[in-house]
């Protein structure tokens, strides 16, 4: 092990946890449990490197962007779909439903992976395919996670689809509302009709909604009792996932869904 670069990385660490303001190198040598002499030949050369920066008036010491911008870079390159499919599987296998993978477009959602169900009755789907996210679970788990105006940029392409649908902005918005209160969003029949869903968002790194995964099929087979009992296992599966890539946020847990 390179006890160099351990106490590198130790340094580099305490720097930019510190409250934002510039500290001296007594400081960072206290907060290490470094000697003074070794704490000041390895901030010189993260200064040399661009990790951090001193002031030439105080002698104090800041971290810079440049961590910031290796990590938005690590972010960037995280796919939620090569992450994902171990998960799918796993829920797919637990529920016996279509498993899908969606992301937010517009009004609409893409579903961007897909597992499907085994019965010989099941909720259709093409990866590719749109739906509209108002009335399906993975498109109503990522709507309420948007800014609050979101919705009412496209109120004027909310239309019904079936009799369940919600359809109108302030009716949508409450529904939003609770769902992101519990954390997870059910469809019960507003895309077509006998067809529903079970679905929860996917965070990054930066806190945003990603993507969002869920279940669907029949209703008669998805039923409101299966629905309460498949809805620890995709919460449990759409945060392994946020996990993977970054997510450091709370998430939600059946007990505090009520």
């Known amino acids: ?76 390159n995280m796919d939620v779909r090569s992450y994902a499919p171990p998960f799918m599987r796993a829920l797919a296998i637990q529920t016996g439903e279509t498993v899908h993978l969606s992301v937010l477009d517009g009004l609409d959602v893409v579903y961007i992976d897909k ?77 077509r009709d006998g067809i529903g869903g079970v679905a929860a968002p996917i965070f990054s790194g930066l806190e945003r909604p990603v993507a969002a995964l869920g279940i669907s099929g029949p209703l008669d087979r998805l039923t409101s009792v299966k629905m309460a009992q498949y809805v620890p296992l995709i919460l449990e599966a759409a945060e392994a996932i946020s996990r993977q890539l970054g997510y450091s946020g709370p998430y939600a847990t059946p007990a505090g869904t009520a």
């Open 1 to 76: 092990m390179d006890k160099t670069l351990l106490k590198g990385l130790m340094v580099l660490e305490t720097v930019s946890k510190l409250d934002g303001r510039a500290h001296t190198l007594d400081e960072i040598a206290k907060v290490c449990g470094l000697s003074r002499s070794n704490t000041h030949r390895t901030l010189q050369t993260l200064a040399h490197a661009g990790y951090v920066v001193r002031d030439q008036d105080t002698g104090s010491y800041r971290s810079t962007l440049k961590m910031f911008e290796l990590g938005a870079r690590q972010l960037s």
């Open 115 to 191: 597992i499907d169900s085994p019965q010989p009755i099941r909720a259709y789907s093409v990866i590719g395919g749109r739906a509209p996210a108002y009335a399906v679970a993975t498109g109503k788990a990522l709507l309420a996670f948007q800014q609050l105006d979101y919705i009412s940029h496209y109120k004027s392409q909310l239309h019904s689809h079936t009799q369940t649908t919600r359809a109108t902005e302030d009716v949508l918005k409450q529904e939003l509302a609770e769902v992101a209160r519990a954390g997870y969003a059910i469809n019960r029949g507003e895309w």
